[in-house]
């Protein structure tokens, strides 16, 4: 079992930056895969990145890319998702996830998920 916790949202103007973390409990964090994803008001759950067991492989959406940048340090047992010049359109609740996978871009290949946090963007 795995408990994820995320935390760092919160309102930021256009162009700012936030950096949110996702707190790991339970199994052995370095078995898993991590992965961000996020639901703007209205719209269906969208991944946004994944980054691979060790760190040493990442995906991005091509939203994001180029702007935010997907960590982990192991020895923490926290993953990170650093968010640059962000726009409106980032408006949402992020959640951070687990797959004992290789990372994936569908949410429905993890097992594990935290509660979210909300990123608010205002123009």
């Known amino acids: 079992q795995v408990q994820l916790v995320e935390s760092g949202g919160g309102l930021v103007q256009a162009g700012g930056s936030l950096r949110l973390s996702c707190a790991a409990s339970?199994?052995?964090?370095?078995?898993?895969?991590m992965g961000w994803f996020r639901q703007p008001p209205g719209k269906e759950r969208e991944f946004v990145a994944t980054?691979?067991?060790?760190?040493?492989?990442?995906y991005y959406a091509d939203s994001v890319k180029g702007r935010f940048t997907i960590s982990r340090d192991n020895t923490k047992n926290m993953g990170n998702l650093q968010m640059n010049s962000l726009k409106p359109e980032d408006t949402a609740v992020y959640y951070c996830?687990?797959?004992?996978?290789?990372?994936?871009?569908?949410?429905?290949?993890?097992?594990?998920w935290g509660q979210g946090t909300q990123v608010t963007v205002s123009s």
């Open positions: 996830a687990a797959d004992y996978g290789l990372g994936s871009r569908y949410p429905n290949e993890y097992t594990y």
């Open positions: 339970g199994r052995t964090f370095s078995t898993y895969a």
């Open positions: 980054i691979s067991r060790t760190g040493g492989r990442t």
